[in-house]
């Protein structure tokens, strides 16, 4: 551990870190109210599977394209643009969920706007990292970044059932909200440094058309997606759609999905302990052989360096 932390001796991976850590706690925390307070508000699976589509959709529509801009565009100016877009529109939901005014069909705009927003920050801070710290650093500042996220699937999911079912909705979008504005402010203080000399950028049709061909030349990248798109289709549709309705019925209350959200977590952060120290072998073998708590965007978080966003 104390090897990883050495990369928050540099400023702008510091920056980053600390920004980043307070929104992906703010992100596991809004999934996780989302699902409690459409299933407290309506009761409905359909309509949580709505507001979930609503968000899904728009990030794997446009996910490429962000990609694209991500490598023609300063990528930390992409960040915080997104970073305020999200802000707004979280706050936005919260002055709704405030004033009593909310419908389901305004959840579904806000999330499908923040879903398209998403699609355009993951590219450009997949490419930021690497910038941030020395290429002989890249492998630790993930390493970082990565046990950081397990931590968030610890505590944003508990920190949401705390504000939802005891104060309320609202403040649990206001929350994360705030992490966004905290995360922007940061990224001001940002200045990467240059790894690649900037090459003039090609047609967006011709660069994704470059795109899939990178992907399609490494299998294990293919697989990747092919595997965690399964998991998706199978496990977590299912999962985030119906936990929450089957908690509230079965088990007394819709705070038991979020315990459980925070349980899981708390196996994430027990797995990135034990992943410091073991080293085994088979690498790609080991990690798909155990099953991982995260959601479809958070792949796009592992993106090996040298890929390039637009893949």
């Known amino acids: ?26 992100d596991r925390a809004v999934v996780v109210a989302i699902a ?15 507001v979930l589509a609503a968000q899904s959709v728009p990030l794997v529509a446009l996910l490429l394209f962000g990609g694209v801009w991500a490598d023609r565009l300063p990528r930390h100016r992409i960040m915080v643009v997104t970073d305020l877009v999200r802000a707004a529109l979280h706050t936005l939901l919260a002055a709704l969920i405030f004033t009593g005014a909310v419908r389901i069909w305004q959840l579904v705009a806000i999330e499908a706007l923040f879903g398209a927003a998403q699609a355009f920050f993951q590219p450009a ?26 931590v968030a699937f610890l505590v944003g999911p508990a920190l949401a ?23 922007a402010a940061l990224l001001m203080l940002i200045h990467p440094r240059t790894r690649h000399a900037a090459a003039p950028p090609a047609p967006v049709l011709e660069e994704l058309r470059d795109g899939y061909v990178e992907v399609r030349s490494r299998p294990w990248v293919w697989v990747t997606i092919a595997v965690f798109t399964g998991s998706v289709m199978v496990v977590y549709a299912w999962w985030y759609a ?51 708590r995260r959601s479809h965007s958070s792949w796009w978080s592992r993106w090996p360096a040298d890929s390039g966003s637009r893949c």
Request: positive net charge; without cysteine; hydrophobic residues 45%.
């Open 1 to 26: 551990m104390r090897a990883y932390l050495r990369v928050l001796g540099y400023r702008d991976f510091r920056y980053l870190f600390l920004g980043q850590s307070a929104s992906v706690i703010g």
């Open 36 to 50: 409690l307070f459409v299933t407290l508000r309506t009761g409905s699976a359909t309509d949580l599977g709505l």
């Open 125 to 150: 801070y997949t490419g930021l990292l690497p910038q941030t710290v020395p290429e002989s650093m890249i492998q630790d500042a993930r390493a970082l970044t990565e046990s950081m996220a397990n």
């Open 161 to 183: 059932t705390a504000l939802v079912l005891g104060v309320g909705a609202g403040e649990a979008f206001a929350f994360d909200a705030a992490t966004f504005v905290i995360s």
């Open 242 to 292: 119906l936990g929450p309705v089957v908690a509230r019925t079965a088990y007394g209350g819709t705070g038991v999905f979020g315990w459980l959200e925070g349980v899981a977590g708390l196996g994430a952060v027990i797995g990135s302990l034990a992943g410091i120290r073991w080293r085994p072998r088979g690498r790609s073998r080991a990690a798909f052989s155990r099953s991982e």
